[in-house]
């Protein structure tokens, strides 16, 4: 079985900044593609962030230069590192994991309000 366990989502203020984690467990092999997705509510699911296993990123172009994504390869975890968060950046955030087969997380609520 593969698990991704999620962590560091929460409320903060416009303007502030957190930081999610996900690590993937269990029987997963030839992990490639490491990702965040988003979605609001009343909205379907978006790309926030991806990276590659040789280290290349994408990004949604509403979080360019506000957001940062990152990997540990040997600890199977990817990060997302958000700062000057916006209150359209609420949603619940997911985390994508592309191996042999793709794996969704739970998801994390992000909720960016005064």
């Known amino acids: 079985q593969v698990q991704l366990v999620e962590s560091g989502g929460g409320l903060v203020q416009p303007g502030g900044s957190l930081r999610l984690s996900c690590a993937a467990s269990g029987s997963i092999f030839s992990i490639n593609v490491m990702g965040w997705y988003r979605q609001a509510p009343g909205k379907e699911r978006e790309l926030v962030a991806r990276?590659?296993?040789?280290?290349?990123?994408n990004y949604a172009d509403s979080v360019k230069g506000r957001f940062t994504i990152s990997r540990d390869n040997a600890k199977n975890t990817v990060y997302l590192q958000m700062n000057s968060l916006k209150p359209e950046d609420t949603a619940v955030y997911y985390c994508?994991?592309?191996?042999?087969?793709?794996?969704w997380g739970q998801g994390t609520q992000v909720t960016v309000s005064s």
């Open positions: 990276i590659a296993w040789e280290g290349s990123t």
């Open positions: 994508n994991v592309r191996a042999l087969s793709t794996y």
